[in-house]
């Protein structure tokens, strides 16, 4: 029996007159990892910002339950939905440290603080290695690491991450990758929007492909794995 964490059901978007989201519906389990794949502009992006409440949307988004409608993007923050995106928003002229400690910024208990600390220096050594560099100054791994590490020090029950392999090196794409299997050991659910389909194949247990912003396939790792379109289309082009 699994638990619906995130539910998203026949949500659109629009910018003026683009209708960027079509009536995109799927749910994620908890402690699963859900893919997102598509092509550049297919709206996946929109769709990760319309579930932190940065853009206006129609339709429902329920999280552990709950109806998301009018839920300010700082409440649902402090209720564990954490967003990782593409622009990583790091704040440039502040250390890796002060950059972990700005994600505890809604927490209070300072132990599982520390606790979750100690756990990302162990998790990605190399920010370990550079604590007190400033944001700016750091690779673009580097500061893709960080801002998944300032991300989980949010505490999250629900990881987004937005392209998280972007423009990144394979060396570090690994990193990245190995960094996920040991959360997702934890339990941890995360939803996982990304071009780079393959790095999605590796991680996912179940998936979504959306184009022109409409899901055009969903199912099973096995299932996209073993698909036609997706294997012609998506797959091998990274
Ligand atoms: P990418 O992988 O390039 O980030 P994506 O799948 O995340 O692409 P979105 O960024 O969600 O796609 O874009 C979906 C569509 O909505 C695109 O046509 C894009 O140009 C448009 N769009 C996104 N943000 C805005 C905005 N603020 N105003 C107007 N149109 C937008």
């Not at 699994?2 to 079509?22: F, M, P, Q, R, W």
């Not at 990245?176 to 590796?202: C, H, K, V």
């Amino acid at each position: 029996m699994t638990d619906t964490i995130l539910e998203i059901e026949d949500l659109n978007v629009y910018y003026g007159k683009s209708h960027a989201l079509k009536g995109v519906s799927l749910s994620i389990n908890e402690g699963e990892i859900y893919g997102v794949i598509g092509p550049n502009g297919a709206g996946k992006t929109t769709m990760l910002n319309a579930i932190a409440g940065f853009v206006d949307y129609e339709g429902t988004i329920r999280y552990d339950g709950t109806d998301l409608t009018g839920v300010s993007p700082q409440q649902r923050v402090r209720d564990g939905l954490i967003y990782c995106t593409e622009d990583r928003d790091l704040f440039p002229y502040f250390s890796v440290h002060e950059n972990l400690l700005m994600g505890a910024q809604f927490r209070n208990d300072r132990d599982s603080v520390r606790q979750d600390l100690d756990m990302i220096y162990e998790l990605f050594p190399r920010l370990d290695e550079r604590r007190e560099q400033e944001a700016e100054t750091m690779s673009g791994g580097e500061q893709q690491m960080l801002a998944v590490g300032r991300a989980l020090m949010s505490d999250p029950d629900v990881l987004m991450l937005d392209e998280p392999t972007l423009g990144l090196a394979p060396v570090i794409i690994q990193d990245i990758s190995e960094a996920l299997e040991r959360l997702s050991d934890q339990g941890l659910t995360i939803l996982l929007a990304e071009q780079n389909s393959t790095f999605a194949l590796r991680h996912a247990e179940r998936l979504s492909l959306i184009e022109t912003g409409e899901i055009e396939l969903a199912g099973t790792y096995e299932e996209f794995h073993d698909n036609e379109y997706v294997r012609e289309a998506y797959v091998g082009v990274h």
